[in-house]
């Protein structure tokens, strides 16, 4: 994954850059007021801005959109957050899972992985702190903490093919 | 019948209506040669000040409060630039920067005030007036240069919030000395104004949000009138505890983020620029122009120093982060402008009268830098590139090839 470089600027916004594998620098800064500029550095001096256009909200999404803005969402799934030891993960309930309509407490995944659903994100909405009882559905998204293996075993066991 | 028009009121409303116009046709011309409009507005005060051209004797009691409401919106909008987190975050990461800073820009001005044989109080003042850059001129600079995403700008933003948060606690030390008396009297003053602001500081960082949300309305008009009124209150406490209304208004524009701090910078922005105009013309107004000749070789003296020297912080505090020559130039000459706060810390001395030289001398000074810091720092673009060019080989560029022939 890209190493993005996050800097605040204190009165302006935030600036994200990162170089890309060309060797470009390329740069997003987020202003308070909710406009975006697009920078690019200089190949001569990499400290400088070459060039930059402030998009206002509505172009920036129509860039996003034309650069695939669907990957944002992508990314989501694949972000795993390691905070020693601990990782978090959003694991998608398809419809071929072998527990749908079953209950997270029927899934055994807590004895089985040592990992715990701390939330499920149905359609737009988030269902925090499920309890043992709840159902788990297809299209759902289940937010799971556990250690980094756990959490392998755990998308295994709820993602694997019913046999 | 209240339309009936006396006299003065008439004259009230031609005087200011003049003045309003004459500070809008400078605006314009500052536009037009990318110049802060800071200056220029200074200039229209002296030129119907006191000993000018023409004087203004009506409508200087309206300007005088208008000016006192301008310091406030000024330190408001400031504050709401900032929240508390982004003020913690740069005192933490830069704060050696902000101590070179303070360093270097405080000493000229003292000094200068001790060799003139000042009293130190005014000493002081002028020591404030040499180290604060105008965080106004420069953020304009940042954006006309299109330098807001360059690498060394978030070490000239750090200083810059450093610089405001010395402020805020320089402008009530200034006021308890100002106050004067026994040595206790002024120890007790200057305690008591520093525990409430820092108190203040602590309390906007952490409940900001609670108070943000109590503030914030849909209606525009009951806003600003909630804003305003909330900005003058603090303000007025502030100035009432001898902590200077300006220190007041800037912590209430801390404490206001998220909704609350996007509808105030919208709905006060204008407020703003219309009252800071006055405010410095204001403060023009109550220099004698005839002041500022025996002055000049000083004050220019004072600029030339102080511009190397925050040029010299600039390129000390870049160095640090790793940045390049060219950055480290940069940054330094972005950092030379003197604007609003010089003018504000000046504006006190003044008000107290402690010292007849400080006024012209301030004036002086910041038209000289207020102007001259953009100029260099225009300059120094072009300078830096061919810097640059030289200093790391050229990387091939793609020449355009002639049609048909193929490039081997």
Same mark, same amino acid.
């Given at each position: 994954?890209?190493?993005?470089?996050?800097?605040?600027?204190?009165?302006?916004?935030?600036?994200?850059?990162?170089?890309?594998?060309?060797?470009?620098?390329?740069?997003?800064?987020?202003?308070?007021?909710?406009?975006?500029?697009?920078?690019?550095?200089?190949?001569?001096?990499?400290?400088?801005?070459?060039?930059?256009?402030?998009?206002?909200?509505?172009?920036?999404?129509?860039?996003?959109?034309?650069?695939?803005?669907?990957?944002?969402?992508?990314?989501?799934?694949?972000?795993?957050?390691?905070?020693?030891?601990?990782?978090?993960?959003?694991?998608?309930?398809?419809?071929?899972?072998?527990?749908?309509?079953?209950?997270?407490?029927?899934?055994?995944? @807590?004895?089985?992985?040592?990992?715990?659903?701390?939330?499920?994100?149905?359609?737009?909405?988030?269902?925090?702190?499920?309890?043992?009882?709840?159902?788990? @559905?297809?299209?759902?998204?289940?937010?799971?903490?556990?250690?980094?293996?756990?959490?392998?075993?755990?998308?295994?066991?709820?993602?694997?093919?019913? @046999? | 019948?209240?339309?009936?028009?006396?006299?003065?009121?008439?004259?009230?409303?031609?005087?200011?209506?003049?003045?309003?116009?004459?500070?809008?046709?400078?605006?314009?011309?500052?536009?037009?040669?990318?110049?802060?409009?800071?200056?220029?507005?200074?200039?229209?005060? %002296?030129?119907?000040?006191?000993?000018?051209?023409?004087?203004?004797?009506?409508?200087?009691?309206?300007?005088?409060?208008?000016?006192?409401?301008?310091?406030?919106?000024? %330190?408001?909008?400031?504050?709401?630039? #900032?929240?508390?987190?982004?003020?913690?975050?740069?005192?933490?990461?830069?704060?050696?920067?902000?101590?070179?800073?303070?360093?270097?820009?405080?000493?000229?001005?003292?000094?200068?005030?001790?060799?003139?044989?000042?009293?130190?109080?005014?000493?002081?003042?002028?020591?404030?007036?040499?180290?604060?850059?105008?965080?106004?001129?420069?953020?304009?600079?940042?954006?006309?240069?299109?330098?807001?995403?360059?690498?060394?700008?978030?070490?000239?933003?750090?200083?810059?919030?450093?610089?405001?948060?010395?402020?805020?606690? #320089?402008?009530?030390?200034?006021?308890?000395?100002?106050?004067?008396?026994?040595?206790?009297?002024?120890?007790?003053?200057?305690?008591?104004?520093?525990?409430?602001?820092?108190?203040?500081?602590?309390?906007?960082?952490?409940?900001?949000?609670?108070?943000?949300?109590?503030?914030?309305?849909?209606?525009?008009?009951?806003?600003?009138?909630?804003?305003?009124?909330?900005?003058?209150?603090?303000?007025?406490?502030?100035?009432?505890?001898?902590?200077?209304?300006?220190?007041?208004?800037?912590?209430?524009?801390?404490?206001?983020?998220?909704?609350?701090?996007?509808?105030?910078?919208?709905?006060?922005?204008?407020? /703003?620029?219309?009252?800071?105009?006055?405010?410095?013309?204001?403060?023009?107004?109550?220099?004698?122009?005839?002041?500022? !000749?025996?002055?000049?070789?000083?004050?220019?003296?004072?600029?030339?120093?102080?511009?190397?020297?925050?040029?010299?912080?600039?390129?000390?505090?870049?160095?640090?982060?790793?940045?390049? !020559?060219?950055?480290?130039?940069?940054?330094?000459?972005?950092?030379?402008?003197?604007?609003?706060?010089?003018?504000?810390?000046?504006?006190?001395?003044?008000?107290?009268?402690?010292?007849?030289?400080?006024?012209?001398?301030?004036?002086?000074?910041?038209?000289?830098?207020?102007?001259?810091?953009?100029?260099?720092?225009?300059?120094?673009? !072009?300078?830096? /590139?061919?810097?640059?060019?030289?200093? /790391?080989?050229?990387?091939?560029?793609?020449?355009?090839?002639?049609?048909?022939?193929?490039?081997?």
């Amino acid at each position: 994954m890209t190493e993005i470089n996050e800097t605040k600027l204190p009165g302006v916004g935030t600036l994200h850059d990162f170089e890309s594998q060309s060797g470009g620098r390329i740069g997003v800064i987020a202003h308070h007021a909710d406009r975006r500029e697009v920078v690019i550095y200089d190949s001569a001096d990499p400290d400088r801005v070459s060039e930059g256009v402030t998009l206002t909200a509505e172009e920036a999404r129509t860039l996003a959109d034309l650069l695939g803005g669907t990957s944002v969402t992508k990314r989501l799934d694949d972000l795993r957050q390691e905070i020693s030891g601990l990782a978090i993960d959003w694991l998608p309930i398809s419809s071929n899972s072998p527990y749908v309509g079953k209950t997270i407490g029927e899934t055994e995944l @807590r004895t089985r992985t040592g990992v715990s659903v701390v939330a499920l994100v149905r359609g737009d909405q988030p269902l925090p702190a499920p309890g043992p009882d709840d159902e788990l @559905r297809a299209g759902d998204t289940a937010v799971v903490v556990g250690t980094a293996e756990g959490i392998d075993a755990a998308t295994e066991l709820l993602t694997a093919r019913a @046999r | 019948m209240i339309l009936a028009a006396t006299p003065g009121t008439a004259t009230l409303l031609v005087e200011l209506g003049v003045i309003l116009v004459g500070l809008a046709l400078l605006g314009r011309v500052a536009a037009r040669f990318g110049l802060p409009s800071i200056p220029l507005y200074l200039v229209a005060g %002296l030129v119907v000040g006191e000993g000018g051209v023409v004087e203004l004797v009506t409508a200087r009691t309206f300007i005088e409060s208008g000016a006192q409401i301008g310091v406030i919106l000024l %330190l408001l909008l400031l504050g709401l630039e #900032y929240t508390g987190e982004e003020l913690t975050d740069a005192l933490r990461d830069h704060a050696p920067a902000g101590g070179v800073d303070l360093a270097l820009n405080f000493t000229p001005g003292l000094l200068l005030g001790l060799v003139l044989g000042w009293d130190v109080r005014a000493a002081l003042l002028l020591g404030g007036i040499t180290y604060i850059s105008s965080s106004g001129i420069i953020a304009k600079l940042l954006a006309d240069l299109g330098n807001t995403g360059n690498r060394e700008t978030p070490v000239v933003l750090a200083i810059l919030v450093a610089e405001d948060l010395f402020m805020a606690l #320089y402008l009530p030390l200034m006021a308890g000395l100002l106050i004067g008396g026994d040595a206790l009297d002024i120890g007790l003053e200057v305690t008591a104004a520093i525990v409430a602001v820092v108190t203040a500081l602590g309390l906007a960082v952490r409940y900001g949000d609670r108070i943000s949300q109590v503030v914030f309305v849909r209606s525009d008009e009951n806003l600003i009138l909630s804003l305003l009124g909330l900005a003058l209150l603090v303000a007025g406490i502030a100035e009432h505890l001898q902590a200077s209304a300006a220190v007041g208004a800037f912590l209430v524009g801390i404490a206001l983020n998220g909704p609350a701090e996007h509808a105030a910078r919208t709905v006060l922005s204008p407020l /703003r620029d219309l009252f800071a105009a006055m405010f410095f013309a204001f403060f023009g107004l109550q220099i004698n122009p005839t002041d500022l !000749p025996p002055v000049l070789a000083i004050a220019v003296a004072l600029a030339l120093v102080t511009a190397a020297t925050k040029l010299a912080t600039g390129w000390w505090s870049a160095r640090q982060v790793g940045i390049d !020559p060219p950055g480290r130039l940069r940054a330094g000459a972005t950092l030379i402008a003197r604007g609003e706060f010089s003018i504000v810390i000046a504006g006190i001395a003044v008000a107290e009268g402690i010292e007849d030289d400080i006024g012209p001398l301030a004036a002086a000074y910041v038209l000289i830098l207020a102007v001259g810091g953009p100029l260099i720092a225009r300059a120094v673009e !072009p300078l830096t /590139r061919r810097f640059s060019q030289l200093g /790391r080989p050229a990387r091939p560029r793609r020449t355009p090839t002639a049609r048909g022939t193929t490039v081997s």
